[in-house]
């Protein structure tokens, strides 16, 4: 597989974004994707050898990018817990808001090759995971959350709940509020967490 240079693979990828979120991974073809990126079809494997590479390089790209920022978010000393989550939170809204239709594909896409590709997936979504729980851990410990919150059940209720709202979001093609989805998953997720009594 050569090199890959210039903008070419980024418009391959932009094209495969969009066929993806539109048709559905399955029922994507290759040749769509070249006729989208306005590339001719066998130049298009000179860059990626099947449509699951292209895929999995649109899942790298996005969790590598919210990795690194989820990384600085937590180094930082001026905000405590609560506002660390409150920044990642928007920083994963922010990002799928960008892009409508890679919330589709994440939403409709990711789980089903996190079990078919465990070891090929790209390990920045663990990573950033493990990010998140570290904030939450942080949290409990000074007392900011409640000690009686499970790290990993928490886990599995923001991916879901994220999963589904973002997906509502971008098939309503801006009839539903991102902000208002935005302000109330965090409401939700703030004050059933939190420790009210602060002990």
């Excluded at 890679?102 to 990010?131: S, V, W």
Aim: hydrophobic letters at 40%; charged letters at 30%; zero cysteines.
């Amino acid at each position: 597989m050569r090199v890959k240079e210039g903008n070419k693979e980024t418009d391959i990828l932009k094209a495969a974004i969009k066929v993806f979120a539109e048709s559905g991974y399955h029922k994507a073809k290759m040749s769509k994707i070249a006729e989208v990126a306005e590339v001719a079809s066998g130049s298009l494997y000179l860059y990626y050898k099947n449509k699951e590479e292209i895929l999995m390089k649109v899942f790298d790209n996005v969790w590598t990018e919210i990795y690194k920022s989820t990384e600085i978010l937590v180094q930082r000393n001026d905000l405590n817990s609560e506002e660390k989550l409150d920044s990642m939170l928007d920083l994963i809204f922010d990002t799928f808001s960008e892009n409508p239709d890679i919330a589709i594909i994440m939403a409709n896409e990711q789980k089903h090759f996190q079990l078919r590709e465990a070891e090929n997936f790209t390990p920045y979504f663990d990573k950033f995971i493990g990010l998140g729980q570290k904030i939450i851990g942080e949290g409990i410990k000074v007392k900011v959350f409640n000690k009686n919150i499970d790290i990993n059940i928490l886990k599995v209720f923001i991916l879901g709940a994220f999963s589904e709202l973002i997906v509502e979001w971008a098939m309503s093609k801006g009839e539903i509020s991102l902000n208002l989805i935005r302000s109330n998953f965090k409401y939700l997720l703030k004050h059933g967490i939190l420790n009210p009594e602060g002990k």
